[in-house]
């Protein structure tokens, strides 16, 4: 029951070697190759948001389960907790983007001379934009925040007024959530092809998050249970964990048909080109993007036992991160780099950094307190529950 | 059910119904059938039961029916009437997805269902005679192979369900 | 399985299995009352004066209707897409819920799955009827034929033709696979020997084996897995029907999860509709309880809320698109000549569901029942706003025209309604209304009688 994760040293020094080794390596890589600006932001980008959904798909899994009076998640409920505690951190490197936002935002130019742009500017604007970014972290950081609270407060005393109040604040995070995940993916994402637009345009980010955060969740879990953690957590929760990575895998590509169909249904050039420029100039990464997030988990994951094997789930779960490192790809680089996009030293050794750098943060927090919630009134269901 | 010679029987819950269960399974009698007004949670497993392949016939299906559904609107829009429809490629694979995705579910479920009524044999009957009239709503009815010889098995049900109550064995 | 103490007994009242049995037979074995009689007498004149006006309709021609030549979608199209989105809760409940083992869909799955079937059969009627000739409307179908034609797969239409006898066909398997062991009850329990026979004919020799209940909840659960995906593409599919065109208003990306959101969110507020008066009118207090209508409220919420904010994304990327048609669309909508449907369905849609955050108001059975029927009554409106005011005002100020309809138009409306609760009230008299068998295998863990134990299950 008071089964503690410890961060051992070992762990700690791979971590932080390998965050050390990947900022070196992207540093050597700018000295060397001499990469277009444009691409290294678009790096900084690209992670930060993979990052970032993971922690907020950790926030939201959270607070749905809990809103949802679901039981089942109960036993390995500080993992989602454990992946929201990078916000903080994800803030200032995000806050990073002020010194690349004309590599990235055509829109934030001086010298537009844009009518389109120009009509869009009440929103399309660096003070805007920046306040919009400190709204958002604030938000997403104190109502995580406020729900870790109350999941500690539950812990020790079992009283059931943490309960319902940690239910209050996951209420207002989905709240704040469902509008801001749209938001910001207009601002971070959307806004790099400034002329485009798409009203599904967040939906998708959003699912995008929460399948990654998904797959990160059973990575973790496997992580774990391979160093001995969590025997509580069984094949049912994993079938379970399966089911979602399953079905929501599935629900990312019906939205992600959903906006391709129906722009190239539609052909209007001011629409297409999005999809022109990423099918012609990243074709392969086209179709990558669309195997490894639909083909592999559909069919490597129908089968009911399949699902129920965490080596097999895990290693799914893997391909499915990388999927959706290309999905950000797709989304980010052909408009942000264009013609300097590649993927080379930069883009992996980055990568190894912020994996390194997560990595470290959410184990670091995840060793803070014990894994299991002792008096969450849920947690006998949880650790007895049968899929 | 090709033996028609059991003894059957009778409880009012399901709880000593499998504690029963496990009881004549690790004795020498078998157990031909299990008679439950809903399905009971954890009674397959009691029984060693085999997992149904109805899945497998499911996947099948479906497989069958997606090809079929692709391929049909492949070939009528490249070789059998191609013909332009608001400027797309003859082979315009995103509008043929989803009737593509509508025929494969739709072989799936009637597959799936085919199967079960198959593999149960539900066949539209005139005439039934229920082994007990409660099974349907509040009786929990395991029927004990009796072919060897009636009385002896009767006798050694009686004392293996002893110490289970509400028992009644017809 | 173990149950946390904290939850709250889902079925009321001490039941035994004998209990639950009888309960959900009464009101199908006992003669009906004076309610009953009232009601189907009052939607069966409905339907009568539907009938009338389809035959109305298809003796004179499509002229009979409002349309025009800008508006060529009105009534018709709006009632479709209405009808099918009601018809979507249903399969949400009996599939999705059941993924989520949400186990209060027991007490509402078997009467929601019924109004999924009625629904879809009123939605299919008015395409068929829009054709003008429905004699010739097997034409919608690919078959060879002598002009040696086939069926355009390009166009959403007929994506709409596979998508909704899909949607038909599994629903129904799906609605009468999980109807067969309670068929099996009635065939047990009813005393006339005629109706025994036929009972007996309907369940397909159920007996209730164990070989037999394993395949059917595998095959349940792979129903299930099915229609849940097919839900979401019915609708998507129905959306696609305007966003695959390039009408300002229309072609708009979001569409197919938010027409889903809607859809779930309408069909809620109609099983919330019927289920308030079935309880009440059958006496099945103890099984569809306050706690399931809250239940229902928070999906009420979370969907409308989705709805709400795809509003609201709408408005943004319209004014963030910087293409004036978009503009204009938008503009009109609120502002324009059919200015109170708009506002009709963004108070109903968008507002009016925030008030379930109460927890008062949500366990308020009057107030529920009220608010359902402005939700239903807001969400036509949605989908009349969709259709008439992204049309009646053309690119060309010359075909802009103004939409009114016709009394046969309403006549058929109110031909539906009479239809799916004829079929409603005959469906109470003849299947059991509450899915007997699942609720027996729920009684133990969320019944009153047993309270929760904290001890190892045997494995």
């Known amino acids: ?207 995008g998050m929460f399948v990654s955060s998904l797959a990160f969740m059973i990575v973790l879990i496997w992580f774990l249970k391979r160093a001995g953690y969590l025997a509580v957590i069984r094949v049912d929760h994993i079938h379970d964990l399966g089911k979602l990575l399953f079905a929501f895998s599935i629900f990312w ?121 002792k008096k969450d009134p849920f947690l006998e269901e949880s650790l007895h529950f049968e899929s | 059910m090709k033996n028609k010679k059991y003894i059957t029987v009778v409880f009012d819950d399901e709880v000593p119904m499998l504690q029963a269960v496990h009881k004549i399974q690790e004795s020498d009698q078998s157990i031909q059938d299990v008679l439950t007004p809903f399905p009971v949670h954890g009674l397959d497993k009691a029984l060693k039961m085999k997992r149904t392949r109805i899945p497998v016939a499911g996947f099948i299906c479906g497989a069958i029916g997606g090809l079929f559904g692709f391929l049909f609107q492949a070939w009528i829009f490249t070789v059998d009437y191609p013909l332009v429809f608001g400027g797309k490629p003859y082979l315009s694979v995103p509008s043929f997805i989803p009737v593509t995705f509508e025929l494969t579910v739709l072989f799936t479920a009637v597959g799936v269902v085919s199967a079960l009524f198959i593999r149960s044999r539900f066949i539209p009957r005139k005439k039934f005679e229920p082994i007990h009239d409660r099974i349907t709503d509040d009786r929990f009815v395991i029927l004990v192979d009796a072919a060897e010889n009636e009385e002896s098995t009767r006798s050694s049900l009686q004392s293996l369900l002893a110490g289970i109550s509400n028992v009644e064995i017809v | 399985m173990l149950q946390s103490p904290i939850r709250v007994p889902l079925i009321k009242g001490n039941k035994t299995y004998k209990d639950v049995t009888e309960d959900i037979l009464r009101p199908m074995i006992n003669r009906p009352g004076k309610v009953w009689y009232l009601g189907i007498s009052l939607s069966g004149s409905a339907l009568l004066f539907g009938a009338v006006m389809i035959v109305w309709t298809i003796w004179h021609g499509i002229g009979t209707w409002g349309l025009n030549r800008t508006i060529g979608w009105g009534w018709g199209i709006t009632n479709f897409v209405w009808w099918i989105g009601i018809g979507h809760a249903g399969t949400f409940i009996s599939a999705i819920l059941l993924l989520f083992r949400q186990k209060w869909r027991t007490s509402i799955n078997r009467s929601a799955e019924a109004m999924t079937i009625f629904a879809v059969i009123c939605a299919m009627l008015f395409p068929i009827i829009h054709m003008g000739r429905p004699l010739l409307g097997f034409f919608i179908f690919p078959y060879p034929n002598f002009r040696g034609l086939w069926v355009n797969f390009n166009s959403p239409l007929v994506w709409d033709v596979f998508a909704i006898s899909t949607y038909f066909t599994v629903s129904l398997i799906f609605w009468y696979v999980g109807l067969i062991p309670d068929i099996g009850t009635v065939r047990d329990k009813i005393k006339s020997r005629f109706k025994k026979t036929i009972y007996n004919v309907l369940s397909f020799g159920w007996k209730g084996s164990a070989r037999h209940w394993h395949r059917h909840e595998v095959v349940t659960l792979i129903l299930a897995a099915l229609a849940a995906p097919l839900v979401l593409s019915v609708h998507s599919i129905v959306s696609m029907d305007f966003a695959s065109s390039i009408v300002p208003g229309w072609h708009t990306t979001i569409f197919p999860p938010y027409f889903v959101a809607g859809a779930i969110f309408s069909g809620f507020a109609m099983v919330l509709t019927l289920m308030i008066i079935t309880r009440k009118a059958l006496h099945l207090e103890d099984y569809i309880t306050v706690g399931h209508v809250e239940s229902m409220n ?162």
């Open chain 1, 253 to 373: 590509t019906y939205l992600w048909f959903s906006q391709y169909l129906l722009i190239w249904y539609g052909h209007i050039p001011e629409e297409t080109i999005y999809f022109v420029q990423r099918r012609e100039d990243f074709e392969l990464l086209f179709f990558l993007n669309l195997g490894l997030n639909f083909i592999i988990p559909f069919f490597g994951l129908m089968k009911l036992d399949l699902k129920r094997k965490l080596n097999w789930l895990a290693g799914v779960a893997g391909v499915v991160l990388i999927g959706h490192w290309i999905d950000y790809y797709q989304m980010i680089m052909p408009g942000a780099a264009g013609e300097h996009a590649g993927i080379g030293l930069l883009e992996i050794a980055m990568t190894l950094f912020y994996a390194g750098l997560f990595l470290f943060v959410v184990l670091r927090a995840l060793a803070s307190k014990p894994l299991l919630v």
């Open chain 3, 298 to 459: 928070k999906i009420i919420i979370a969907t409308g809320s989705i709805v709400g904010l795809a509003y609201l994304t709408e408005l943004f990327i319209s004014w963030y698109s910087g293409v004036e048609y978009e503009h204009f669309v938008l503009l009109n909508r609120a502002t324009g000549p059919y200015w109170w449907a708009y506002w009709i369905m963004m108070t109903a849609n968008v507002i009016s569901p925030q008030l379930l955050w109460i927890k008062k108001l949500r366990t308020n059975l009057v107030f529920t029942f009220c608010l359902s029927i402005v939700i239903n009554i807001g969400m036509w409106f949605e989908r009349f706003v969709i259709v008439v005011t992204s049309l009646h005002r053309d690119y060309l100020t010359s075909s802009w025209a103004m939409y009114k309809p016709t009394i046969v138009e309403v006549g058929l409306f109110l031909g539906t309604l009479g239809l799916f609760f004829t079929a409603f009230f005959l469906f109470i008299r003849v299947f059991p209304v509450i899915a007997i068998a699942e609720v027996k295998s729920v009684l133990k863990s969320s019944g009153e009688k047993n309270p929760p134990k904290v001890e190892k299950n045997e494995k």
């Open chain 1, 1 to 207: 029951m008071d089964e503690q994760y410890t961060f051992t040293k070992r762990v700690r020094n791979i971590l932080a070697i390998a965050a050390t080794a990947g900022l070196l390596l992207t540093v050597a890589s700018i000295f060397i190759f001499k990469p277009d600006s444009s691409r290294i932001w678009a790096n900084v980008l690209l992670n930060n948001q993979l990052f970032i959904g993971i922690a907020l798909g950790g926030a939201f899994f959270l607070a749905v389960h809990r809103i949802a009076l679901s039981g089942w998640h109960t036993a390995l409920q500080r993992i989602p907790e454990a992946l929201t505690s990078f916000l903080p951190v994800a803030f200032l490197l995000m806050a990073l983007l002020f010194f690349g936002m004309k590599d990235l935002y055509h829109w934030s130019h001086s010298d537009l001379h844009d009518p389109v742009l120009e009509a869009k500017s009440a929103w399309l604007n660096l003070p805007f934009f920046f306040i919009r970014m400190v709204l958002y972290f604030a938000g997403w950081i104190v109502l995580t925040w406020g729900m870790k609270k109350q999941t500690d407060a539950l812990m020790d005393s079992g009283d059931i007024k943490f309960h319902n109040r940690r239910k209050i604040f996951a209420g207002l995070f989905l709240v704040f959530f469902g509008i801001t995940v749209s938001t910001s993916s207009w601002d971070w994402i959307m806004s790099i092809d400034a002329h485009w637009y798409s009203t599904i345009f967040g939906w998708y980010v959003f699912i």
